[in-house]
C-alpha cells in the first residue's frame, strides 16, 4: 500500500508464478476518503482491500471494463519476470458506488495462456 496519486491510494500485488514466471499482476487505486486516507500507515482489513472497502461503506454497485491485448512495458516486465513487450491482456476497471463515486479503479495484466474472462455487472459484482 502506497500513496498514489492525487488524493487516492495505490495497492500492487503480483499472484501466482509458473516457472519463476508472474501470470497475474493487478494495481488498485482508491479514493482516499474517510477510514481509506490512512491505509498506507494502517494497512488492509486482513490483507483484503474488498474487506478493508466493505467495512468502511464503500461498496460497488456497478463496474465498467475495458480489455485489450497489449505488450508488456519495462517495469510491468521485470516484476513479472517476463520479456517487454510479450503480450497480456490488460484489464482496466471502475467501479462505482451506488452515488456514482469512485470505490476503485483496477489494472490487471494477465497472462492470456492461463486466464479467460467471465463478465458480471450489477450490485458488487466485479471482473
Known sequence: MVDGPAGA???SCLHGSVGGHGVSLEFS???AVAGLADLPERG???GS???TLAAVGRVADSGEAHIAVAGLD???AGILHRSPGESFLRVAQVFRGADG???EQVTSLL???RF????RTGRGAQL
Open 49 to 51: 482491500l474488498s474487506r
Open 44 to 46: 488492509l482489513d486482513d
Open 111 to 113: 497472462d492470456p495462456s
Open 29 to 31: 487505486r482508491v479514493p
Open 101 to 103: 463515486d469512485v470505490v
Open 9 to 11: 491510494r495505490s495497492v
Open 74 to 76: 519495462a517495469d510491468e
Open 116 to 119: 479467460q474472462l467471465h463478465v
